[in-house]
Nanobody, 123 residues
Framework: VQLVESGGGSVQAGGSLRLACVAS????????MAWFRQAPGKGVEWVSF??????TTSYAASLKGRFTISMDANTLYLQMNSLTPEDSAIYYC????????????????????WGQGTQVTVS
């Protein structure tokens, strides 16, 4: 599976961005898709996940209400509103072949494919 993110960039505080991630290859193996992020000098943080049917979504508590995850065919989206400088990070698109109770952890044993990341800078 190949994952290519886009949509990152620089935005002022209070602004919005929409990230996209196109999956290709063996996409039939994907059961869950998610976004993680990593701010400078910090660890990788889970943002949100969605199941392949789009029926189940979950968000990090601190982000719920501002971020919305969605998908369309093989494209994953993350709509980010009311951005703050604390949202500045590299955002990674990841996929998993099955649900895991460790799905909020950035484990390669859970999320087996990762995109290259897209930079979001909020000033």
């Amino acid at each position: 599976v190949q994952l290519v993110e886009s949509g990152g960039g620089s935005v002022q505080a209070g602004g919005s961005l929409r990230l996209a991630c196109v999956a290709s290859g063996r996409t039939y193996t994907i059961d869950y898709m998610a976004w993680f992020r990593q701010a400078p000098g910090k660890g990788v943080e889970w943002v949100s996940f969605i199941d392949s049917g789009g029926d189940t979504t979950s968000y990090a508590a601190s982000l719920k209400g501002r971020f919305t995850i969605s998908m369309d065919a093989n494209t994953l989206y993350l709509q980010m509103n009311s951005l703050t400088p604390e949202d500045s990070a590299i955002y990674y698109c990841v996929v998993a072949p099955r649900y895991s109770t460790s799905c909020v952890e950035p484990l390669r044993t859970v999320w087996n494919y990762w995109g290259q990341g897209t930079q979001v800078t909020v000033s």
